[in-house]
């Protein structure tokens, strides 16, 4: 993988994010808490969730190593959840910008909530995020339709095809 590989996963990460919140901010105010069946009990659980591990992979490519999510996970809106995404977003894109080719290569060591450290190369951890989030997202895609509502559409084709 090399730097600009990178930065388009994670530009059709913010692209597939964006949607999802934008489906579930359209619902009745109702629906992004109803309990739904999925990894997580609600639609703003589970999107909570795709921010906070956002927040985490950063951090350790930061080489910090939090030991337990944020506290702004546990806010009720939807929208403060989607603003704390944009900062990690903004704060991601800042970080890519500064990388080469190499840095991609290197090790990083980071420890996990459970406290096991491990040491990867940023290469991998890059598609670890990207990878974390789409599996999450099919999961919102679910939970809307259980709830009785087209999900949006996340696949990375239609991303290029719309970036075209």
Known sequence: MNREEARTLFVYDAWANALMFEAVAALPPEQPTRPVAGSF???????AHIVGA???WMRHWLGESPT????????????????RLAVVE??????LAKLSDADLARPIT???FSGD?????LADLVTQAVNHATYHRGQVANQ??????????????LYRWQAK
């Open 110 to 112: 980071y420890r996990l």
């Open 144 to 157: 809307l339709r259980e709830l009785g509502h087209k999900p949006p559409s996340t696949d990375f084709i």
């Open 54 to 56: 956002e927040w985490i």
């Open 41 to 47: 009990p609600s639609l703003r659980a589970t999107l």
């Open 90 to 95: 903004h704060e991601r894109d800042t970080f």
């Open 117 to 121: 450290t491990r040491t990867d190369p």
């Open 68 to 83: 337990e999510v944020p506290g702004w996970l546990r806010t009720p809106a939807l929208a403060d959840i989607r603003a």
